[in-house]
């Protein structure tokens, strides 16, 4: 299979607090985990990303871990602030082509 | 930094009408994609084309809909005969390699089709 599960739905955070959120995937053969973040009416834009070959990366406040085991991911938002609100979408590649089967979004919203 | 572009940004479309979406991927990506996103869903991978070919196409990716690489630059979406489910967000997207070798994938801004 080539589910993408993604939680919370959404998830609202106090300016400055941290925000997570975690996707499960079933490919065993994905090795390529993208974030996008999406704002209302844009393209989705790719925030950071992971290969199969590292366990956690991190850039500024944005940081993303994976664990290949239980095959999940995670994206982590530290410091949060109100122009990080916005749908977060998880992906991980799918077949020979890379092609990304995507989660259902997260709207996270920060509260000033 | 280099940029995957799509035309139009907006098209509107009779019902049963043909369209055609364009993209100009990054210029040195092997791979290009169709994925569509309709309003307040999550984003559907259609097809992915690779050395002139389909290489791989989702069950959205019916008889209406056909992919094109007319010239060493563009590459485009048809949807022969257009129903109102079509309306969507449609995005091109290219990366530099295939399996392992995901390099710079990006995705391009986008086309809303809007079917009446």
């Known amino acids: 299979g080539e589910n993408v599960e993604q939680h919370p739905s959404t998830l609202s955070v106090q300016e400055g607090d941290s925000a997570v959120i975690k996707c499960t995937y079933s490919?065993?053969?994905?090795?390529?985990f993208p974030w996008y973040k999406q704002e209302l009416g844009k393209r989705p834009q790719l925030i950071i990303d992971?290969?199969?070959?590292?366990g956690e990366k991190k850039d500024q406040r944005i940081a993303v871990t994976l664990n290949k085991t239980a095959k999940h991911f995670s994206l982590h938002i530290t410091e949060t602030q109100p122009e990080d609100s916005a749908v977060y979408f998880c992906?991980?590649?799918?077949?020979?082509?890379?092609?990304?089967?995507f989660g259902k979004g997260n709207q996270v919203v920060v509260i000033p | 930094e280099p940029e995957v572009t799509q035309t139009p940004s907006h098209q509107v479309t009779q019902m049963g009408q043909e369209v055609i979406l364009r993209c100009v991927p990054i210029?040195?990506?092997?791979?290009f994609y169709w994925y569509r996103q309709i309003l307040g869903q999550k984003v559907e991978f259609l097809v992915s084309?690779?050395?002139?070919?389909?290489?791989?196409k989702s069950e959205i990716f019916d008889d209406q809909f056909s992919v094109e690489r007319p010239d060493g630059s563009n590459f485009t979406l048809k949807i022969r005969s257009t129903k109102l489910e079509d309306s969507a967000m449609y995005f091109c997207?290219?990366?530099?390699?295939?399996?392992?070798?995901?390099?710079?994938?990006?995705f391009g801004s986008g086309t809303r089709l809007t079917v009446v």
């Open positions: 997207a290219s990366s530099e390699g295939g399996r392992g070798n995901a390099y710079g994938y990006t």
């Open positions: 490919d065993s053969a994905s090795n390529y």
């Open positions: 992971i290969r199969s070959n590292v």
């Open positions: 992906a991980a590649s799918i077949g020979g082509n890379n092609r990304l089967a």
């Open positions: 210029s040195n990506h092997l791979y």
């Open positions: 084309f690779y050395n002139n070919e389909i290489s791989e």
